[in-house]
């Protein structure tokens, strides 16, 4: 770096211009011979004066210039320094490994914000130093939010006896990040937590234990389903669509005959992935509901285990008379399970009275390979006079 490059330094630092002293410290860091103490000199007076931008860009630089970590501990522990620069100090340390213990302590001060979101970026090497002081007075808290951002399943053994804890925020946290592994080990801490009085711990509780697909979970995720917020409901619903077992299919349908139709609708999407037999004998009792219709046509059309009966679920429900939408909605199903046993029906309705219904079937008897001229084409759509 030449003398220059140092002096407009030094004026941009005197004249508090900071974009321009980023700005001079990147030309400094890009060049081949950087000149290290002017640009250590350069980033603490930035750390110190500069605003919440320029500390912002400083944050991704302070790695390249190789400084000693102690040089942030400086900073964190001079309480005259400006308490932003602080701040953004603590978040630096996330690239010291040897800061790991350092942070640690910050953790129980008043940086314990900008400490945890560093430890979280420390990841798996933080454990060790996090489980050691779980137990200790004023650390409980801020550990479990570092290890809850942790993808590493270690946390997963420190966590267990949190999931416990009296403090429901606390214990919530933990099922929460619980929740999201599969393992053996966390569904017995799982269970209580579907009587947490939060209910997004309750749902995310549910969400984890559908993960599992264990037929054993199909009882207490069923009184899920008679969870009083309908998110809670709704997420059980669909966890026991991920079971496969004839338990949590009449689970599903009971439930269905006294739930809102926010509930309901993941209900017979629940039915509809299960595919079974069982399931969709259920769905064509669930057509009463005239609300559900559109759904259930949609789901119907997207099987692959139990074409026949849904072709057949929906063939019958054209016997009725229904709206021009849902007509086209039936034949969009019955093109989309690929069935030829449908295709005259689908012919027949070539001479719908709506004109969608026709444009729908003729779409449908090509997806089948029944038509394909453009005689056909022509002949759903009425000639102008």
Not at 266 to 278: S, Y
Not at 300 to 309: A, F, S
Not at 355 to 377: F, K, N, Y
């Amino acid at each position: 770096m030449n003398l220059s490059t140092q002096a407009q330094g030094q004026a941009a630092v005197q004249s508090g211009d900071w974009p321009q002293v980023v700005q001079i410290l990147e030309f400094i860091l890009d060049d081949p011979h950087p000149d290290w103490e002017m640009a250590q000199t350069l980033a603490l007076a930035v750390l110190q004066a500069g605003d919440f931008e320029q500390r912002w860009r400083l944050e991704s630089l302070w790695p390249r210039l190789g400084a000693d970590f102690q040089v942030l501990l400086g900073v964190i522990g001079d309480e005259s320094f400006p308490w932003e620069g602080r701040w953004f100090a603590v978040r630096m340390l996330a690239t010291y490994p040897e800061a790991i213990p350092s942070l640690v302590t910050l953790l129980r001060s008043p940086l314990a914000e900008a400490a945890i979101f560093a430890l979280g970026q420390v990841g798996s090497r933080a454990i060790p130093d996090l489980s050691a002081c779980i137990h200790q007075p004023g650390y409980r808290r801020p550990v479990v939010e570092v290890l809850s951002q942790l993808h590493d399943p270690q946390v997963i053994e420190v966590l267990l006896p949190v999931s416990q804890d009296r403090d429901p925020g606390l214990r919530g946290l933990a099922l929460k990040t619980l929740a999201q592994w599969v393992d053996r080990r966390v569904v017995e801490f799982l269970l209580p937590g579907l009587e947490h009085p939060d209910s997004q711990i309750r749902r995310a509780v549910v969400v984890g234990l559908g993960r599992h697909r264990d037929p054993a979970l199909g009882a207490p995720l069923a009184r899920a389903l008679e969870d009083p917020d309908v998110e809670v409901a709704a997420a059980a619903a669909l966890a026991l669509g991920r079971l496969g077992s004839e338990s949590a299919v009449k689970a599903l349908a009971q439930r269905l005959t006294t739930a809102p139709l926010v509930v309901q609708v993941p209900i017979v999407r629940a039915l509809a992935w299960l595919e079974t037999p069982l399931a969709l004998d259920y769905l064509r009792q669930a057509l009463a509901w005239e609300s559900l219709r559109p759904e259930i046509v949609s789901l119907l059309g997207r099987v692959h285990q139990v074409k026949p009966r849904a072709r057949d679920i929906l063939l019958d429900l054209l016997q009725e008379t229904l709206p021009a939408a849902l007509r086209q909605e039936i034949v969009t199903s019955l093109g989309l399970l690929g069935d030829r046993q449908a295709g005259s029906t689908l012919e027949a309705l070539l001479q719908d009275p709506d004109l969608g219904v026709r444009m729908h079937a003729q779409a449908a008897l090509r997806v089948l390979d029944i038509i394909t001229t453009s005689p056909t084409e022509q002949s759903v759509i009425p000639s102008e006079v």
